[in-house]
């Protein structure tokens, strides 16, 4: 069927509009290039969290007070609440009782006159040995164990000086002291030493503790060693026992003497009673 020529150029109009459509719109896109996706609505960002405040030094719990000093014998570390001699020695017996110490015997003329006073009055003491003594007079430490007094090592020959010695000989010496005692009582339980002198040092200190020794010092010396120029026997007698009845306290160690001190046991015969109505007298234990 032939079309009219109105409907013809009606037809070929629609054509041209709809190329040229085309080609508009494959010219606004570049070849190859990706077409973006659409763009969807952001999400919402996750809300911040919120550190914890640090607190403030106000809030802050204060340190706990520290601790007061423990009372005791184990106040000052190795060093014990009753030391108070050289190099951190026993000065006190750490309880109320009075304790006499006797030092440089045993003496074959004077110890066996102070064991006999001791044992008439029921006293326990104790004794710190020196080792040539010990060793020439068995017998004598044979029956100051016996009567249950206390041994305490006082050196081989009352050197004043061994505190300075070298540690291997300060232990040569202690031990060979610490044989003689075993020799006359080889169970004999040596537990104190006392330096002559009293010139205890740090290191006099540390060899008799590692043999297991306690270093004992006093703390009242009534000097019955001292014999003055011109002073009669009795004006020492009467110092010594003044001296102590003065200043005797509950818990002191007192240092005397009963090596070639005849007077000083003279001495404890009007010491010995005069102390025990007022004290516990006590060996060290």
């Known amino acids: 069927m032939r079309m009219s020529r109105a409907r013809k150029a009606v037809l070929l109009g ?28 952001p999400a919402s960002a996750p ?19 520290p601790k007061k000093p423990v009372k005791g014998p184990q106040a000052t570390g190795r060093s014990i609440s009753y030391a108070g001699g050289p190099a951190g020695s026993r000065t ?22 102070l064991l006999r006073m001791l044992r008439q009055q029921h006293v326990k ?23 249950g007094h206390t041994l305490c090592n006082h050196t081989w020959d009352h050197s004043l000086k061994i505190g300075k010695d070298p540690e291997g000989k300060i232990r040569s010496d202690l031990m060979r002291t610490n044989n003689a005692i075993l020799r006359a009582v080889p169970k004999a339980r040596i537990k104190y030493f006392r330096a002559p002198g009293g010139n205890f040092t740090p290191r ?11 270093s004992i010092y006093w703390k009242l010396d009534p000097r019955d060693w001292d014999h003055k120029k011109g002073e009669s026997s009795a004006a020492h007698r009467s110092r010594v026992i003044a001296t102590i009845e003065k ?11 009963d090596y070639a001190q005849p007077d000083t046991i003279a001495a404890y015969r ?14 060290l234990p």
């Open 14 to 41: 629609v054509v041209v509009i709809a190329v040229g459509l085309t080609g508009r719109a494959a010219a606004q896109s570049t070849p190859g290039e990706p077409v973006a996706a659409p763009v969807s609505a």
């Open 247 to 257: 200043h005797a306290h509950p818990g002191s160690i007192i240092l005397s003497h």
């Open 125 to 147: 003491a104790t004794f710190c040995l020196v080792g040539k003594n010990a060793a020439k007079f068995p017998d004598l430490v044979r029956q100051i164990v016996k009567d």
């Open 270 to 283: 009007t010491l010995l009673p005069y102390l025990r109505k007022r004290y516990q007298l006590i060996a």
């Open 204 to 214: 006099l200190v540390s060899v008799a503790n590692k043999l297991h020794m306690s």
């Open 92 to 113: 006190m017996t750490g309880s109320k009782g009075i304790a006499l110490t006797f030092d440089d015997g045993p003496d074959p003329a004077t110890t066996p006159q």
């Open 47 to 65: 809300a911040p969290v919120k550190a914890k405040p640090a607190p403030s030094k106000s809030a802050t719990k204060a340190p706990a007070p």
